[in-house]
């Protein structure tokens, strides 16, 4: 009797150790068919390309650059939603709140999920179907983040939005490359297109998480997106300095000061910096007025290019 008892729960443990292994599998393997891809480093363009071009071209450039802003919220986020509504959000072409539950304080289109993954997915989905053809970059935040919308154009002069960009602050995670969403998500039209599409394949891109081991939604998105031969590129200015930040300002500084106290502003961070993350809904009205309202009298900033802000909004 005690040996058998011993075998039986000896199997019980391996059958436990083989059902974990399964499930992690089941949510990191990839299909043997997708082509191996050497990470790629997506850099901004240069003071100098944007200063060859006419004026006629720069117009054209300014005016093709649409983004569409998905901000995803919980009932638990009202003082973010509210900062972030009235600050950076407002830059965007276009914003939008998609919500976990309704909340009858702010509009927003509400989900009826508290998953995030599911979250994620709904709103990447009814963004697609309702506005695939009014924009071409997808840009999805959390409401601790605070984006310059204007320097995300910027960056994506050089892209092209017909192909396949995925783009943010990468991160590794065993084999996976994936975008960390505490910084922002980039999204081109191609790329969202062919997220739409795997959607519907429930084996490659499940709704459902497992029930043991779960991944979380940025890593579930890059999954998806690996299936669709679309991979996560970092993004970095001209100086090969990340512009999405996982950080705020101020942790940032702090890291300068101890690793570069002579260089404390240029070893913080990149001049064309998109996103800070961290930020409490004070910082982000304070992040507003130093990015857009205080001036150094005397300095000058003639930018090639300007990006005009969308038909009727109120941003600064």
């Not at 299909?31 to 901004?44: G, P």
Request: with cysteine; net charge negative; aromatic share 10%.
């Amino acid at each position: 009797m005690i040996s058998e008892s011993g075998a039986f729960v000896k199997g019980m443990m391996l059958g436990g150790v083989f059902c974990v292994l399964v499930t992690l599998l089941g949510h990191i393997k990839m299909d043997h068919s997708t082509k191996s891809h050497e990470h790629r480093h997506l850099q901004a363009p240069r003071k100098e390309d944007v200063l060859n071009l006419s004026e006629d071209e720069r117009l054209d450039l300014s005016h093709s650059i649409r983004v569409y802003c998905i901000i995803l919220v919980k009932p638990k986020d009202l003082s973010y939603w509210a900062a972030v509504r009235e600050t950076w959000s407002k830059h965007c072409d276009k914003a939008e709140f998609y919500s976990s539950e309704k909340i009858k304080v702010f509009d927003s289109i509400v989900l009826d999920t508290q998953d995030m993954w599911i979250m994620m997915r709904k709103a990447y989905k009814l963004a697609y179907e309702n506005y695939k053809d009014d924009y071409n970059w997808f840009f999805l935040a959390h409401p601790t983040t605070f984006a310059i919308i204007e320097n995300l154009k910027y960056f994506l002069l050089k892209q092209d939005s017909s192909q396949p960009f995925y783009t943010g602050r990468t991160e590794t995670s065993g084999d996976l490359q994936y975008v960390n969403g505490d910084g922002g998500i980039v999204l081109s039209i191609e790329s969202l297109r062919r997220l739409y599409k795997i959607f519907e394949d429930p084996d490659k891109c499940p709704e459902q998480g497992g029930m043991i081991w779960k991944l979380s939604e940025d890593k579930q998105l890059a999954v998806c997106l690996k299936y669709t031969g679309v991979q996560a590129e970092n993004a970095e200015d001209s100086e090969k300095k990340d512009i999405f930040n996982t950080k705020s300002v101020g942790s940032l500084i702090k890291e300068a000061m101890l690793s570069h106290p002579q260089q404390v502003v240029e070893g913080c961070c990149s001049d064309m910096a998109i996103t800070f993350s961290g930020l409490s809904p004070n910082h982000m009205h304070v992040m507003m007025y130093g990015v857009y309202r205080l001036r150094a009298y005397g300095h000058s900033f003639n930018d090639a290019l300007v990006f005009l802000p969308p038909p009727g909004s109120d941003n600064d």
